[in-house]
């Protein structure tokens, strides 16, 4: 097989063999709580300066969130909504679950668990069923459901990693309901990795005091969600694929009560009419927050956030980012992309262009982020031919440390990704650097994912914040999507027993294009829900090295 | 110098049939991007994950089909390219809780398997390089093991069901068998059930709530107590 890197970053990797054999004994200590804190003020893009702003309009006024996301909040609405005929109702039902990722998923087949008529269910998703960041994810969920681990552990992993800012009541039941999850998993037919016994293969992640990721290989999220769909599918739950919401509807009474939907294809919109509204639409990584590039789908644009926005919603924590620490730098045609943190989990190690390691491998993500960060502006990484910054994260030390074909076995999908360009990471490092991940803030729930102050209206997975505080942990996303869109279909299912839905109308929408004209300075092009990112040629942002040179 | 001509190197595609000359550097679908479209169909995680942008190009004067997904394979000089919208497919409905993890139940529920003639066209069309004509085969013999592992990997993209000449839909049936696999062959987790029993009993409870007032009361300490908590992952 050929070596696809070019000599010189070959040259670098022939310094990184060097010090394998000794790296293998020495690594680096865990940082202090105050050493995390003096290198996240001093390299983590959250701190950067001019990187935010505070919101000026609406109730999320004096919020602090990313320029690219106050963009969105400080826009006029794709609609005019006297140009709406709320008179024909398209669709009625009970419940409408905007997304068909991971949360909408969980939450519809738990809705029909509680005893919620299939066929008042109405799914609702931009592209296909399934199509999120939920599929995406690789190396695991987190559960305290080992022997020497218990969901106290995991409570204090999770708070602390989220450098206790998290909304204690959502952890609480975020760790109390994991091991459940599992179980529910299993007998759905989710194939975790586990031995002969049953017991899981369990890995350690950033942050975590005890080994508690589980896996399905290093297509956690992939299985999960096609077993999901394959449930929803099974069941017949009513479903519009291409089909996304774009503004909430109101009725008289001031509960949220259906949504505005647009047509993706053929270019219309219909009315659905809905005494609960769930929404699941997912988080922001195609902003391109800064610039960076990510690991999202092409659909997670933060349209729920936009939505729930203009109907009341508080919206908290959008100025933390999560940057993964290892995406890929190199090759081009996959930059952005995750590489899972099971690699350090299973001993791949963080080192520079001379071969030295510089960061003990599995701090919180945040704090990672920021070490490689600091490693490449020190001189220490290299720069990719098309302009890529990053360093070496040291992969072979895997089957050393476990055994030949232990990468091969457990990260097929991260083998075939590099081996599709000529790269053999079982031989050769990877080339990392941090990339775009999670919105760690987002909609305030609780704990029955009622979005606060909003009736009629429930929020789950990352579109909402409180779970994970200013930092996620590694495998508490796919337990957040889990155990919020479980409560969320619960409690959305007992809650239409008793709901009505008034006249509808569309009158928060006209109130907060007057607030955005009086605010003053907006833009009137600047539109949102954006629905789907714009890369059409020289725009494409992730690239924009590559294609301007 | 040598990374400056990188950079500026072009090749030729042709997206549909049209020409259109894009950098070196760009995957299938960031050359259609490149090149002016908008994906609403064929386009998803654009991570390798998905399946959505399933994909069949040639090369010109080559009589061969080559088959990839458009966010994972980079762009070469002459590729004739198109990315699938959609693939119909048959999905049989069931209830799982109702099925037996036998054999047979896959020929019960997608009897068409029966007519592979084991061709292999599956296996070559195959973007995860998957033994597809394999697990076909595993599932004919009523191997649900065999067919779980050797289809573990797949994301559903459909390029076997569109190449089969039998007209099976191999991933379809790859996911029945896991799912039986994982429900009903895979041994339990017994850790997780006795675990699942303490949490109903409320064992934790009283120190998640105590946890849950530090942070509202006396951070401190608690922070003092994430400190040296002992930490035991090797």
Same mark, same amino acid.
């Given at each position: ?37 003096? /290198? ?52 009625? &039902? ?44 690789? *190396? ?33 039941? +975020? ?48 299985? /999960?969600?096609?077993? +999901? ?19 909430? +509807? ?31 639409? *997912? ?98 990484? +290299? ?23 232990? /990468?091969?076995?457990?990260? &097929?999908?991260? &083998? ?43 929020? &789950? ?89 | ?28 679908? %960031? ?41 994972? %394979? ?25 099925? %037996? ?129 002992? /930490?035991?992952?090797?």
């Amino acid at each position: 097989m050929e070596r696809g890197y070019p000599d010189y970053m070959l040259e670098s990797i022939e310094l990184v063999k060097q010090t394998r054999e000794r790296r293998l004994k020495e690594i680096p200590e865990l940082m202090t709580l105050e050493e995390r804190e003096a /290198i996240l003020r001093q390299y983590h893009p959250d701190y950067k300066e001019g990187g935010k702003r505070t919101v000026k309009v609406g109730v999320n006024a004096g919020e602090p969130m990313p320029h690219e996301a106050a963009d969105l909040i400080e826009a006029y609405p794709l609609i005019e909504p006297e140009q709406i005929d709320l008179s024909t109702i398209d669709y009625d &039902s009970d419940i409408l679950i905007i997304g068909a990722g991971g949360a909408g998923l969980t939450a519809a087949l738990w809705a029909v668990n509680s005893g919620a008529d299939v066929d008042q269910i109405l799914m609702v998703t931009k592209l296909r069923m399934g199509d999120s960041n939920s599929k995406m994810s690789q *190396g695991g969920i987190q559960a305290a459901d080992c022997e020497d681990d218990n969901p106290v552990l995991h409570y204090l992993d999770v708070i602390g990693g989220g450098h206790f800012t998290n909304d204690p009541e959502l952890v609480k039941w +975020l760790v109390r309901e994991a091991p459940m999850i599992i179980k529910w998993h299993e007998e759905l037919g989710i194939m975790y990795d586990k031995d002969e016994e049953g017991c899981m293969f369990v890995a350690p992640g950033g942050g975590t005091c005890r080994k508690r990721m589980h896996s399905c290989k290093d297509y956690t999220g992939m299985e /999960i969600v096609r077993v +999901l769909m394959d449930e929803a599918l099974n069941l017949d739950i009513p479903t519009l694929e291409f089909t996304s919401a774009v503004e909430l +509807l109101m009725d008289d009474a001031g509960k949220v009560a259906g949504a505005v939907l647009w047509d993706m294809e053929k270019e219309d919109y219909f009315i659905a009419r809905a005494k609960a509204t769930l929404m699941a639409t *997912g988080g922001f990584g195609r902003l391109h927050i800064q610039e960076f590039a990510t690991t999202n789908h092409y659909g997670a644009t933060a349209d729920g956030l936009v939505m729930a926005n203009r109907v009341g919603a508080r919206i908290i924590d959008m100025d933390s980012v999560q940057y993964h620490p290892t995406g890929s730098s190199y090759p081009e045609q996959i930059v952005g992309l995750l590489c899972t943190e099971k690699l350090r989990g299973r001993g791949a190690q963080p080192v520079n262009k001379y071969g030295e390691e510089f960061v003990y491998p599995l701090e919180p993500r945040d704090v990672e982020s920021a070490a490689l960060i600091r490693e490449c502006a020190k001189g220490n990484g +290299l720069v990719t031919p098309t302009g890529m910054p990053g360093v070496w994260l040291d992969t072979p030390l895997i089957d050393i440390l476990h055994g030949e074909g232990t /990468i091969e076995k457990e990260f &097929s999908a991260m &083998s075939l990704k590099y081996k599709r360009f000529d790269i053999d990471m079982t031989q050769d490092p990877i080339f990392v650097y941090p990339t775009l991940h999670f919105q760690n803030g987002g909609i305030v729930i609780n704990e029955r994912t009622g979005v606060v102050g909003v009736p009629g209206l429930f929020a &789950s997975g990352e579109t909402t914040g409180g779970v994970h505080g200013k930092n996620r942990l590694m495998g508490n996303s796919i337990l957040d999507y889990c155990v919020y869109g479980r409560r969320m279909g619960i409690y959305a299912t007992e809650y239409v027993k008793n709901a009505t839905v008034g006249k509808l109308n569309l009158d928060h929408v006209t109130k907060y294009t007057k607030l955005l004209e009086d605010a003053g300075g907006i833009p009137r092009t600047r539109k949102a829900p954006i629905l789907l990112p714009e890369y059409r040629g020289e725009r494409t942002i992730s690239h924009a090295l590559a294609l301007l040179g | 110098m040598e990374e400056e001509a990188e950079k500026e190197k072009m090749v030729k595609v042709y997206i549909m049939g049209r020409e259109f000359e894009v950098p070196a550097t760009l995957n299938i679908v %960031k050359a259609f991007e490149y090149a002016g479209y908008r994906f609403v169909r064929g386009i998803g995680c654009r991570g390798g994950y998905c399946g959505a942008c399933a994909t069949v190009y040639r090369f010109k004067d080559d009589y061969r089909l080559n088959f990839a997904l458009a966010c994972q %394979k980079a762009v070469e000089d002459g590729m004739y390219l198109t990315i699938l919208p959609f693939v119909p497919a048959e999905k049989a409905q069931y209830e799982l809780d109702k099925l %037996k993890p036998r054999g047979t139940v896959l020929l019960e529920l997608y009897p068409e398997i029966a007519r592979c003639v084991a061709c292999n066209t599956c296996t070559k069309a195959c973007p995860q390089e998957l033994e597809v004509m394999d697990y076909v085969q595993a599932a004919i013999r009523g191997d649900i093991k065999e067919l779980s592992n050797l289809s573990f990997d797949c994301i559903q993209c459909g390029l076997c069901a569109m190449r089969c000449p039998a007209e099976i839909v191999p991933y379809n049936v790859g996911q029945l068998a896991r799912r039986l696999y994982g429900k009903y062959v895979a041994p339990q987790a017994k850790h997780t059930h006795a675990r699942v029993e303490e949490i109903h009993a409320c064992v934790f409870d009283e120190e998640l709530d105590n946890y849950s007032i530090l942070v509202k009361e006396d951070v401190e300490k608690l922070k003092k107590i994430y400190v040296e908590r002992e /930490i035991k992952v090797g």
